[in-house]
């Protein structure tokens, strides 16, 4: 993990900057909500760690910061920065870091596909007893079989869901399907198939905006519906429509961009969940290709494991790419009232 502690002038500079971005609770208890005991700060924005695999927790932590985020979203799970083998011994020490630079940790990431995936319960409990009790899985990565019966296709998940929702009976913990579209579970409309039958506090959604859209279309208005006592964070990205064309065919393929360049309506999104009350992490991934000058090809963040992969831009430009994203988020959120202004 690198160094075990944090200087005091870098922490007071940590502080300093999440501060100015950091948004306030109407309320909940620290202990359930993986916030710092001192207060109750809620996060505006919660990083999602995985672009962060090129740096050490103490600079995945600055950067975070510095680049206007209140919360960070660590990933437990094979090549990050907590290895699920090693979960009671450093997540709470990595929460302390975070917790001690001002920033909030309202949920994991964990690559849990059910109850029996290696270290579940220790990833449970560790993550529950430091009040975080909300974690996302990846429950089964794989397209529908077109060929087949799909219906069937979306019922075999139904034991790892259950398996999932006993395991966190016992540590009162959420776990959220994320909707990633392409896979099964992966749209609003079959997620809710697939827990509407569970108790919402024990399995949810994560859902992802861009995907969402993109798969949905104008329907996800009527899917969100569907599936709000479940939808418990929102992951946020954009998407545009690319045409890609080929002889004797025309495709238009889905692609997630920078935000306010692409199709989502954030605008009606956002303030949609907020005349439901919707008061969970708002957590953004950075998806799109970054072009880098004297790069053949395009910057990808989304991949590497922590330790093989290196920043392939000043840090300074990346720190300002993400604090781009940053404000046009929080912006959306100050306006529309899902975050107080």
Same mark, same amino acid.
């Not at 950075?286 to 090809?297: K, L, M, N, T």
């Not at 395009?298 to 940053?326: N, S, W």
């Given at each position: 993990?690198?160094?075990?502690?944090?200087?005091?002038?870098?922490? =007071?500079?940590?502080?300093?900057?999440?501060?100015?971005?950091?948004?306030?609770?109407?309320?909940?208890? !620290? +202990?359930?909500?993986?916030?710092?005991?001192?207060?109750?700060? /809620?996060?505006?924005?919660?990083?999602?760690?995985?672009?962060?695999?090129?740096?050490?927790?103490?600079?995945?932590?600055? &950067?975070?910061?510095? !680049?206007?985020? *209140? *919360?960070?979203?660590?990933?437990? /799970?094979?090549?990050?920065?907590? %290895?699920?083998?090693?979960?009671?011994?450093?997540?709470?020490?990595?929460?302390?870091?975070?917790?001690?630079?001002?920033?909030?940790?309202?949920?994991?990431?964990?690559?849990?596909?059910?109850?029996?995936?290696?270290? +579940?319960?220790?990833? &449970?409990?560790?993550?529950?007893?430091?009040?975080?009790?909300?974690?996302?899985?990846?429950?089964?990565?794989? +397209?529908?079989?077109?060929? *087949?019966?799909?219906?069937?296709?979306?019922?075999?998940?139904?034991?790892?869901? +259950?398996? =999932?929702?006993? %395991?966190?009976? /016992?540590?009162?913990?959420?776990?959220?399907?994320?909707?990633?579209?392409?896979?099964?579970?992966?749209?609003?409309?079959?997620?809710?198939?697939?827990?509407?039958?569970?108790?919402?506090?024990?399995?949810?959604?994560?859902?992802?905006?861009?995907? *969402?859209?993109?798969?949905?279309?104008?329907?996800?208005?009527?899917? &969100?519906?569907?599936?709000?006592? $479940?939808?418990?964070?929102?992951? %946020?990205?954009?998407?545009?429509?690319?045409?890609?064309?080929?002889?004797?065919?025309?495709?238009?393929?889905?692609?997630?961009?920078?935000?306010?360049?692409?199709?989502?309506?954030?605008?009606?999104?956002?303030? $949609?969940?907020?005349?439901?009350?919707?008061?969970?992490?708002?957590?953004?991934?950075?998806?799109?290709?970054?072009?880098?000058?004297?790069?053949?090809?395009?910057?990808?963040?989304?991949?590497?494991?922590?330790?093989?992969?290196?920043?392939?831009?000043?840090?300074?430009?990346?720190?300002?790419?993400?604090?781009?994203?940053?404000?046009? $988020?929080?912006?959306?959120?100050?306006?529309?009232?899902?975050?107080?202004?």
């Amino acid at each position: 993990m690198g160094s075990a502690d944090i200087s005091r002038r870098d922490t =007071l500079r940590m502080v300093g900057s999440a501060a100015l971005v950091a948004l306030h609770s109407s309320g909940g208890d !620290a +202990a359930e909500t993986g916030l710092p005991a001192a207060g109750a700060l /809620r996060p505006a924005l919660t990083l999602f760690s995985r672009h962060l695999h090129w740096a050490s927790v103490e600079e995945a932590i600055e &950067v975070t910061a510095s !680049a206007g985020f *209140g *919360g960070i979203a660590w990933t437990v /799970r094979p090549g990050a920065h907590v %290895l699920p083998e090693n979960v009671a011994r450093d997540l709470p020490r990595v929460v302390e870091l975070t917790h001690r630079a001002g920033l909030n940790t309202p949920l994991i990431v964990t690559g849990l596909r059910n109850a029996q995936s290696p270290y +579940a319960e220790a990833i &449970v409990e560790t993550a529950a007893g430091l009040g975080i009790r909300t974690y996302r899985g990846q429950i089964e990565a794989k +397209a529908y079989d077109f060929s *087949g019966d799909v219906p069937a296709q979306l019922e075999t998940l139904r034991p790892a869901v +259950a398996g =999932l929702v006993r %395991l966190n009976e /016992r540590y009162g913990a959420t776990a959220l399907i994320h909707t990633h579209g392409g896979m099964l579970a992966g749209a609003v409309w079959d997620t809710w198939l697939l827990v509407r039958d569970f108790d919402p506090n024990r399995i949810g959604i994560n859902f992802d905006t861009g995907y *969402g859209t993109m798969w949905a279309g104008r329907g996800w208005t009527e899917a &969100v519906r569907f599936a709000r006592p $479940y939808i418990r964070s929102l992951s %946020l990205k954009d998407f545009r429509w690319r045409l890609q064309e080929q002889p004797g065919r025309r495709q238009w393929l889905g692609e997630i961009c920078p935000p306010g360049q692409g199709m989502v309506d954030f605008q009606e999104m956002f303030s $949609y969940f907020q005349s439901t009350g919707f008061h969970g992490p708002a957590e953004v991934q950075f998806e799109y290709p970054i072009e880098v000058p004297g790069r053949a090809a395009p910057l990808d963040l989304m991949v590497g494991d922590v330790g093989t992969l290196q920043l392939a831009m000043p840090k300074a430009d990346f720190i300002a790419l993400l604090k781009r994203d940053a404000d046009f $988020y929080a912006a959306r959120l100050r306006d529309t009232g899902l975050a107080p202004a």
